[in-house]
């Protein structure tokens, strides 16, 4: 066999075994779940939880707790979390939300946390909308927000896109699962491989409500201009707002973070009279004859 063919032969098969290998353990590489056992009890100064078990049709059951605000509620944040640990050291941002009068539930997704069942993302979407569908029987949507935290931000986008909710809040998304691995593996075919591949530009274009997206320019995982990009898709609905600096884990130690969180949770949206603005003046180039 000539040493060319043979060379060939060699770099596909370790293609191949690489393929596969990336294929089989991608859930390890993309979850970092803590796990707790079940007698666990949450507790978080100056916060008062309640801790809830959801069975799901397939046996598995989601663990979760709501975090109540002091003072008469003003609605729900239905807050889905990164890709790492549990709700457990989750929990220290509820009063980023609590603070301004929200009830906020937070979940652990399959395998994290207390919960329980085999993780897929049709497992999980179905998990996240029968959360929502119980918050529904609690309180209207117009009182339900969604928060999405990287990795949750593609769950949120799914949710709000099959739902109504009041807002739509995602907090470093990425455009799609699939873009951002290709960033660490761009000669491997993810659309085949990729069984998470979350497609937040998809799901974007049929959200009805409005869209606040915050990211950090200094954010290494999860470029920045994803988040450009996803505001181009809806428009009309979208408000992109940019914590200069912030990386991926750190925009909760800005002050403009919150500045921008207080506007989102307490500011309602105005209709503009465009025709009392400069919208439609035209600028011209060209220079005017003086008269004689």
Not at 89 to 100: C, E, I, L, P, S
Not at 189 to 207: H, Q
Not at 209 to 227: F, R
Not at 281 to 291: A, L, Y
């Amino acid at each position: 066999m000539a040493y060319w063919v043979s060379t060939i032969l060699t770099i596909l098969g370790i293609y191949i075994a690489i393929s596969i290998a990336l294929y089989y353990l991608q859930d390890y590489m993309l979850f970092k779940p803590e796990k707790l056992p079940k007698d666990f009890q949450f507790h978080y100064e100056n916060q008062e939880t309640k801790e809830y078990n959801l069975e799901t049709r397939d046996g598995a059951v989601i663990n979760g707790l709501r975090f109540f605000p002091k003072g008469e509620s003003k609605g729900v944040v239905l807050y889905l979390k990164g890709n790492s640990k549990s709700i457990k050291g989750w929990g220290k941002f509820a009063v980023d939300f609590t603070r301004h009068g929200y009830n906020v539930l937070m979940v652990d997704y399959r395998g994290f946390g207390k919960s329980t069942g085999k993780r897929s993302q049709k497992a999980i979407k179905r998990d996240l909308q029968l959360v929502y569908n119980k918050i529904k029987e609690q309180t209207t949507e117009d009182r339900i927000i969604l928060y999405g935290r990287s990795l949750g931000s593609g769950f949120a986008t799914k949710l709000a896109s099959m739902n109504n909710p009041k807002k739509l809040i995602l907090d470093a998304p990425y455009y799609s699962l699939t873009k951002v691995t290709a960033r660490y593996a761009p000669f491997m075919p993810l659309s085949l491989l990729i069984k998470y591949p979350l497609p937040t530009y998809k799901w974007l274009k049929y959200v009805k409500c409005p869209i606040h997206i915050i990211h950090g320019t200094h954010d290494k995982l999860i470029p920045y201009k994803s988040s450009v990009k996803l505001a181009q898709i809806n428009p009309d609905l979208t408000k992109l707002y940019t914590v200069i600096g912030g990386g991926h884990k750190n925009l909760n130690n800005f002050e403009s973070y919150h500045e921008m969180l207080d506007e989102i949770l307490n500011s309602e949206s105005k209709t503009i009279d465009l025709e009392t603005t400069s919208i439609n003046v035209i600028h011209s180039s060209k220079k005017t004859k003086k008269r004689a």
